[in-house]
């Protein structure tokens, strides 16, 4: 029996691009577990350019994340369900968020802002879109440069684990997320990676600290 999630979440890491196999929201167990496995091959690539020790992979984020992201992706193009089904099929992770789960599951968690941005298109009001959102603040590492609510982000397990506070300080970094960049839990970590550097790479950055300077 074909895995569809498995050939949906490999096109999407391979293309950026949600293909679909059918529409099919039961996935078999044993078809989530072949996804962690391919994910978990997937994060020892990455983490060969990770700064510092990387955190160990975890396969249950990853394996929920690909699921979540399946979900997500079937409801985007096909929505047959009541509003009320949707909490439902996107439960939350119910293990414990630590830096190698924040790390598992941004291995598919990265695509669900574009996810976001097409339902958007499609339609501002719709209840997924802010199901989804939910999701993105307590995942947010996986959201950078997607708007969210400030006082919704907590960086505990960012900031405490060097790998991942250097991977998330270097994703601010490349989107130029100001927002973020100037949050207090950042901030002296996105000046200390930029050094020197800021006017020239970041000048928009630099103006606004300037500015903030200037009112203290």
């Known amino acids: ?15 950026e691009e949600i293909m679909l196999y059918g ?8 078809h989530e577990r072949e996804v962690a496995d391919y994910l978990e091959k997937e994060y020892q690539l990455e983490r060969l350019h990770y700064p510092f020790d990387a955190p160990v992979f975890e396969p249950a984020a990853a394996q929920w994340a690909g699921k979540y992201i399946y979900i997500a992706a079937q409801l985007l193009l096909y929505r047959e369900n009541k509003p009320d089904e949707l909490a439902a ?6 293990g414990v968020i630590t830096a190698g789960a924040i790390l598992s599951a941004d291995l598919v968690l990265r695509f669900l802002p574009d996810i976001i941005k097409h339902l958007k298109a499609i339609d501002p009001e719709d209840n997924l879109v802010d199901l989804l959102e939910e ?3 307590i995942w947010h590492y996986s959201a950078i440069g997607y708007s969210l609510r400030q006082d919704a982000l907590h960086f505990e397990n960012i900031v405490s684990n060097p790998c991942v506070c250097q991977l998330y300080t270097d994703r601010v970094v490349v989107h130029k997320d100001h927002r ?21 790479y970041w000048n ?13």
């Open 135 to 137: 999701q993105l603040h």
């Open 204 to 216: 928009d950055f630099q103006i606004q600290l300037t500015a903030e300077n200037g009112n203290c």
């Open 89 to 94: 099929l996107l439960a939350p992770y119910k």
């Open 23 to 30: 529409n099919l929201l039961d996935v078999a167990e044993n």
């Open 180 to 200: 973020l960049a100037a949050h207090p839990a950042l901030r002296k970590h996105v000046l200390a990676s930029l050094g020197l550097h800021v006017p020239t």
């Open 1 to 15: 029996m074909m895995n569809d999630i498995l050939q949906t979440i490999e096109h999407l890491r391979h293309y």
